[in-house]
């Protein structure tokens, strides 16, 4: 009986975490399919009389006076500012995150990193932007990507610095006893093992430079290198503002980050079945 009273109350748990998380995502897009009189109808009006999609076609064309030049653009750049940024910080995030992990006594530098990292983002903004204004990558999607390496890299360097920690010791020795050099090890040995933590940390990352508005606010300043954010709240700066046009970016602006996750917990699942008997 406890067994059955516990089972119960699990998959209510889930159930009231599953409304939790989709109900607004459900919400929004029932407000973009539906008219502006439903909108302003008072009382509410939940379900629409007329399912309306327009707002989606206007948003994936590119015709001259559409929303959608703006959106699509904008997504452009979001993933090639996000992917450019995760990458370059992962390529560097694990060679610094081994030498943390397998050279005891440079944890202050990590420290230091983070406590950095942990400084509100107003702080480096006069810096980054005279630094950027010098090299000339103000409204650049480089600019960006390097300004959000600065913020991604710690997070990332201090996610794996932990899962290497975890690995176990013997394989890597027996590698090095093998005549494998170091970076052999870190390539065939413990990259391998650490499958789902470079999975994870990717996602994250991603998902870190995909959000950011702050800095991509004030170093763009026209739709050649301005993110997704930033446009999203461009559309709100009308006095009549769509509030249906508002739900339907939202609603397209999450399609990327749901397929990533998809993809990445392909990439999880995988390297947690085969990761360890790999080496």
């Keep these: 009986m406890k067994k059955q009273s516990r089972i119960v109350l699990r998959y209510l748990a889930a159930l009231v975490l599953a ?38 076609l206007s948003l994936l064309t590119l015709e001259a006076g559409q929303p959608g030049a703006l959106f699509l653009h904008a997504l452009g750049n ?12 992962l390529l560097l995030a694990i060679p610094a995150a081994f030498s943390f992990s397998r050279y005891p006594g440079r944890e202050g530098w990590l420290y ?61 020795q027996a590698a090095r006893l093998d005549g494998l050099r170091y970076w052999q090890v870190l390539l065939r040995i413990t990259l391998p093992l650490a499958k789902p933590a470079l999975g994870a940390s990717a996602m994250f990352g991603w998902l870190l430079a995909w959000d950011e508005f702050f800095y991509a606010l004030l170093f763009t300043n026209n739709i050649d290198a301005q993110t997704l954010p930033v446009t999203i709240a461009g559309f709100t700066a009308g006095r009549a503002t769509d509030d249906g046009l508002i739900a339907a970016v939202g609603i397209l602006a999450a399609v990327p980050p749901l397929f990533i996750a998809l993809w990445l917990q392909k990439t999880l699942v995988s390297g947690l079945t085969s990761g360890g008997s790999k080496g």
């Design 112 to 172: 230091g990193s983070l406590a950095i990292y942990m400084v509100p983002p107003v702080a480096f903004v006069l810096p980054l932007y005279f630094i950027l204004e010098q090299i000339s990558l103000l409204n650049t999607h480089l600019g960006l990507i390097l300004v959000y390496c600065s913020m991604i890299l710690p997070f990332l360097t201090w996610m794996l610095k932990n899962q290497f920690d975890a690995l176990p010791l013997d394989i890597e």
């Design 19 to 56: 409304v939790t998380i989709l109900a607004p995502m459900l919400w929004l897009f029932l407000m973009s399919v539906s008219s502006s009189s439903d909108l302003a109808r008072v009382p509410l009006k939940w379900i629409p009389d007329r399912w309306d999609f327009s707002r989606y």
């Design 78 to 89: 979001s993933l090639l500012v996000a992917c450019g940024a995760t990458l370059i910080s």
